[in-house]
T-cell receptor, first 115, second 111 residues
């Protein structure tokens, strides 16, 4: 069965600094998708970034980028130039390719941004 | 286009009462998901639909929970009778391709 592990329950970063959140997953599939979602105190779940496993290039969205290491089954999120609004819970999620749309979720990392 | 819409945003009820949560997915999306989030158990998938048909309801905790999707623009999650342990935030999400888009959630408190 597929699993997603976020080994850092809590992290903190100084404003304007860079932070990396880790995520590892376990699967025997070769084709799948990976996601990072953000949940601020408003509790709204917001998609931050997605990565297709068949793509070697790491996905980037403005200040957010991933380090996707397929062989190591690692999918870390890097936040550059951290802002106060980045403070939130961050969830890593996995989905098999194909019609099974079920997401497998990590337990989340709580990120604090210090001014 | 509006995002996923959920109602009510907050619900407080007494044990034993029936609770109905509502969701309107993003227009054109063909998948709809119901989640429950608690501090103890994190984010749990309860059920999901494809083209209004339930595909996987293995996450529905027990017979007190039921979900319907009568058409492409509306779904309900019903709890009858409700219990204090059902207190949680319930999310609805919809999807067309890979990623899921979430509604704002309904915070349910069962006294």
């Amino acid at each position: 069965a597929q699993t997603v592990t976020q080994s850092q329950p809590e992290m903190s970063v100084q404003e304007a600094e860079t932070v990396t959140l880790s995520c590892t997953y376990d699967t025997s599939e070769s084709d799948y998708y990976l996601f990072w979602y953000k949940q601020p105190p408003s509790r709204q779940m917001i998609l931050v970034i997605r990565q297709e496993a068949y793509k070697q290039q790491n996905a980037t969205e403005n200040r957010f980028s991933v380090n996707f290491q397929k062989a190591a089954k690692s999918f870390s999120l890097k936040i550059s130039d951290s802002q106060l609004g980045d403070a939130a819970m961050y969830f890593c999620a996995y989905r098999r390719a194909g019609n099974n749309r079920k997401l497998i979720w990590g337990l989340g990392t709580s990120l604090a941004v210090n001014p | 286009d509006a995002g996923v819409i959920q109602s009510p945003r907050h619900e407080v009820t007494e044990m034993g009462q029936e609770v109905t949560l509502r969701c309107k997915p993003i227009s054109g999306h063909d998948y709809l998901f119901w989640y429950r989030q608690t501090m103890m158990r994190g984010l749990e998938l309860l059920i999901y639909f494809n083209n209004n048909v339930p595909i996987d309801d293995s996450g529905m905790p027990e017979d007190r929970f039921s979900a319907k999707m009568p058409n492409a623009s509306f779904s309900t999650l019903k709890i009858q009778p409700s219990e204090p342990r059902d207190s949680a935030v319930y999310f609805c999400a919809s999807s067309l391709w890979g990623e899921q888009f979430f509604g704002p959630g309904t915070r349910l408190t069962v006294l």
